[in-house]
């Protein structure tokens, strides 16, 4: 049987302060224990998954956290940054497209996503591991440090399994957007320690949150600029100017 916990209804929730650093334990009676760890690095906080303690005869399917983190109120101006093909933005004000609400077209997404929408990085779903949220003039952007089995939960507007707008009216409990960062397990554990940078960034919007990641891949050594692609294999130097043509 598949069972969901929630972090905030741990039997016990144990915080302990190490210099510029918070750890903090989710305990429950049955033996789970997750250790979590909040530090500032910098410029930026760190989010991290320590280590996860199962019960005997059980394992671990995903965990999500931090859990819909800075979520914006459907109504209120800014946007989700998904860097899914070229790159998405789901506004969370009122944007009209096709004559209407963008929720309004959307109450089959709705259905069929009640729980979020989940896709994971480095595939046909995600290119990028780093995503953002704007709120007016300043954000948020979020790096996954260990992305390969990692993903996005993604609430674009939507409040549980009730409609964000139906019938011209708002539904019972404030609609959202937000994200949430999903850690799949490895081989039924958690396996690794799991680390979510978080950047603020300003009225550069989804341009400066790019530019943030794209500084993180520097540091990482992970960047390649098209003149670096061009030394590993020339033939690529025919693409600068040409046409492309998708048959």
């Known amino acids: ?23 903090v334990a989710f305990v429950w009676k049955q033996g789970l224990e997750v250790h979590t760890r909040l530090a500032l690095a910098g410029d930026a906080v760190t989010v991290a998954v320590e280590k996860v303690i199962l019960p005997t005869g059980t394992r671990l399917e995903r965990l999500v956290y931090p859990s819909r983190f800075a979520a914006l109120t459907t109504g209120e101006n800014g946007y989700l940054i998904i860097p899914s093909g070229p790159g998405a933005i789901i ?6 497209r096709i004559g209407g609400e ?12 009640l729980g ?5 990085y480095f595939g046909m779903q995600l290119a990028f591991n780093f995503s953002g949220v704007q709120r007016g003039g300043s954000g948020l952007t979020f790096i996954c440090d260990d992305p390969f089995d990692a993903g996005l939960l993604i609430f674009a507007n939507t409040r549980g399994n009730r409609y964000a707008y139906a019938n011209g009216q708002w539904s019972i409990g404030s609609p959202i957007a937000a994200l949430s960062s ?17 950047r603020r960034h300003g009225q550069g919007g989804y341009v400066e949150s790019a530019a943030i990641y794209r500084r993180w891949l520097d540091e990482h050594g992970w960047s390649r600029t098209l003149e670096d692609k061009i030394k590993q294999n020339p033939e690529r130097e025919k693409l600068m100017g040409s046409t492309q043509i998708d048959i």
């Open 1 to 23: 049987n598949t069972q969901t916990l929630f972090l905030s209804k741990a039997d016990q929730i144990r915080r302990e302060a190490r210099g510029s650093a918070i750890e």
């Open 91 to 96: 506004p969370s004000h009122f944007y009209t």
């Open 102 to 113: 963008f929720w309004r077209m959307d109450d089959a997404y709705r259905q069929r996503n």
């Open 116 to 120: 979020g929408l989940h896709l994971q």
């Open 182 to 198: 999903v850690w799949q397990s490895s081989l039924g554990e958690l396996g690794h320690r799991r680390q979510l940078t978080i």
